[in-house]
């Protein structure tokens, strides 16, 4: 306990300590002070809380499973992750992929590359949240108390978790991680600042919807726009650009961290950085992560049901949505399990009355 005390505090410090610096590279915030908002928290609680604007979905989150996957007060949870042992990886965080037509520091082709590294870190955790959901369920497909169990409380940054809930749910909420930054550190949903001329220091905005066909995390990604950018980090993250960064599109002028996010409604309101500022950019931002969140999620679902079958792949997702899995998937799979009975009686019943009504006549 001593340990994970000491391993949640400095993980903390690390991130005050970015935090206390301009554009930090954590992208959409995860704590609760040094201008972050626990941006990513807010806006996963939005699109999969049952607490939010989800609660229709029969597959959204519970209370305490959201708690571990979107994090609270000063636990990171599974979204949160990357921002306490990831920090200094721009893949994790979609950063690096800058480019801007014309004489640039580097080309297309590199900035592309960048982007790939990226993409290809979330299918990663992605399948690695598939993967654990195996063990989910026993030989005659019970689910497994033991696996299911969030008390004590899943631990993604102190050591791997062996738990198959909590392993399953850090994959797919770290993959969560880097699909939300992508719309803050990314020029995809936003639009430059009308007063300025489009260069480094304003890069277009391509204005374009959620989702992203290139966070298509079950296969490769189509060919990026030529246009897209996101932004270069260094320690030193300004604009202009310095050091590594100098003449080129940087994580400060681009990003769209901070601001207030409903966490019900998913309401974006009070952007404070730069390029946040313009228009409704911080607010395109949100909504855009918000919606890549619910197709990811969906995705998701879907994974498990083409890898492990539809009844087992249902359990699963009753198993990673519920709080008490045990006894609620239990009687999830009896409903689902006599559906067909139930119906096939009743078309018996309904032939036989049929016939006897024939005869009647």
């Not at 005390?5 to 300590?17: A, D, F």
């Not at 304003?202 to 374009?208: H, R, T």
């Not at 609620?328 to 139930?342: E, G």
Request: aromatic fraction near 4%.
């Amino acid at each position: 306990m001593r340990r994970r005390r000491l391993t949640i505090l400095l993980g903390v410090l690390v991130v005050l300590g970015l935090a206390a610096t301009p554009g930090s590279a954590a992208g959409f915030g995860t704590i609760d002070t040094g201008g972050q908002s626990r941006e990513h928290e807010r806006l996963t609680r939005a699109a999969l809380s049952c607490a939010g604007d989800a609660r229709t979905d029969r597959d959204c989150f519970e209370p305490t499973t959201m708690d571990y996957l979107a994090g609270h007060d000063h636990e990171f949870g599974a979204v949160g992750a990357p921002d306490s042992d990831e920090l200094s990886d721009p893949g994790a965080h979609c950063d690096g992929a800058d480019y801007v037509t014309g004489p640039y520091p580097q080309t297309r082709t590199q900035a592309t590359a960048a982007l790939d590294d990226c993409l290809n870190q979330m299918r990663i955790r992605f399948g690695e949240g598939l993967d654990a959901a195996q063990r989910l369920l026993g030989p005659d497909g019970e689910v497994l108390a033991n696996e299911v169990g969030l008390d004590p409380e899943c631990r993604s940054r102190e050591e791997r978790e062996v738990r198959a809930k909590c392993a399953a749910l850090e994959g797919f909420g770290r993959a969560l991680h880097g699909v939300q930054d992508f719309y803050s550190h990314s020029n995809w949903a936003d639009e430059a600042d009308p007063t300025r001329p489009i260069g480094d220091e304003n890069p277009p905005g391509l204005d374009l919807p959620a989702p992203s066909p290139l966070l298509d995390l079950r296969g490769p990604a189509p060919d990026p726009p030529v246009d897209l950018t996101t932004g270069c980090y260094v320690a030193r993250d300004e604009v202009p650009g310095v050091g590594d960064c100098r003449l080129r599109v940087t994580h400060a002028g681009l990003n769209k961290d901070r601001g207030q996010i409903d966490p019900v409604t998913g309401a974006a309101t009070d952007p404070t950085t730069p390029r946040g500022m313009v228009g409704t950019n911080f607010a395109k931002a949100v909504s855009g992560a918000v919606t890549e969140t619910r197709r990811e999620w969906q995705d998701f679902r879907s994974e498990l049901v083409a890898r492990y079958g539809s009844e087992h792949g249902e359990r699963m997702i009753c198993a990673l949505t519920h709080d008490d899995p045990v006894n609620d998937c239990a009687r999830r799979n009896l409903a689902v399990a006599t559906a067909v009975p139930i119906g096939l009686a009743a078309v018996a019943v309904g032939a036989i009355l049929w016939i006897r009504r024939r005869r009647t006549r």
